[in-house]
């Protein structure tokens, strides 16, 4: 008996030093306790954060590929500058920037340019009806045209108009750069008059109406039609079956066949009739 109670109050003791004992740290080395701060007045200002550096490579500095902000990439022949402000530059080059003026007045080009063309600006001609102008010495032409794929300056030209009848008038003969010109109609000559019909305007350079087109030189142009028509003097009209209205003579028409109408539709009123009434009774 005494055996059996020192064993249960050593058991006991054995379970109260197990539940006393405190729980061990998870790591091994002491943390030495650090001192808390008080915290920062008002007054002074935060630190500023330290931004997060990313592993992203920078690329803001970089446009279009491997390009640098402000960089021209060359698309074709003409700059174009990548970035916020682009400047835009012209896109023409060669001739087309300079005036006919400037032009050189002789030149050889590969097939890949086209001949020049002379392009009427004045007077314009619809697809059915040709610019009428009125036979008169006091009736002047305007001419104005503009170039296309020219190269190479006129050193001269001239202009013409060839008349139905196959006659051919000089309007003028002018300068390589010229654009406009004016036809007088009190210079044509009186030993061949103009007559009504349609006119073939022709403009072409000192090689003549018939040159071969060439590269950038000017083709002979011959797409302008005008025509031409005369104004008859006034004639009074008079005789005494004249009326200005002419309501009189065909009133005057009309009652003298009146009556032969009448008389043809009456008969054959009373015929038709007579016929019917036979058929019926």
């Known amino acids: 008996m005494r055996l059996t109670a020192l064993f249960l109050v050593g058991l006991c003791l054995l379970s109260s030093a197990v539940a006393q004992e405190p729980a061990q740290p998870a790591s091994s080395n002491p943390v030495a306790s650090q001192p808390v701060n008080p915290p920062a007045s008002s007054s002074q200002p935060a630190p500023a954060a330290t931004p997060a550096v990313s ?35 012209p896109t023409a080059s060669g001739a087309q920037n300079n005036s006919v003026a400037a032009l050189p007045t002789s030149g050889v080009y590969g097939n890949s340019v086209y001949p020049a ?3 009427f600006v004045t007077p314009t001609a619809s697809k ?3 610019p009428l102008y009125r036979i008169d010495n006091k009736e002047n032409v305007t001419f104005a045209w503009s170039y296309s794929n020219l190269l190479v300056r006129p050193a001269s030209l001239t202009m013409a108009a060839v008349a139905p009848n196959g006659v051919t008038y000089t309007i003028g003969t002018m300068a390589g750069d010229a654009t406009t010109a004016v036809w007088e109609m009190k210079d044509v000559p009186a030993a061949s008059p103009l007559m009504m019909g349609m006119y073939k305007v022709q403009l072409y350079d000192q090689r003549g109406v018939s040159a071969t087109p060439q590269p950038g030189w000017l083709a002979p142009c011959t797409t302008l039609t005008i025509a031409f028509y005369s104004a008859e003097s006034y004639q009074p009209v008079t005789g005494s079956g004249y009326c200005p209205t002419c ?35």
């Open 128 to 130: 059915s009806v040709s």
């Open 247 to 281: 309501f009189y003579n065909a009133g005057k028409r009309v009652s003298e066949s009146l009556g032969p109408i009448m008389m043809a539709l009456g008969v054959a009123c009373i015929t038709s009739s007579m016929i019917i009434y036979g058929l019926l009774y």
């Open 117 to 119: 063309n002379a392009v």
């Open 55 to 89: 592993n992203i490579p920078q690329q803001s500095q970089q446009v279009s590929g491997s390009q640098p902000v402000g960089s021209p990439v060359m698309s074709g022949s003409v700059p174009i500058v990548t970035g916020i402000i682009a400047t835009a530059l």
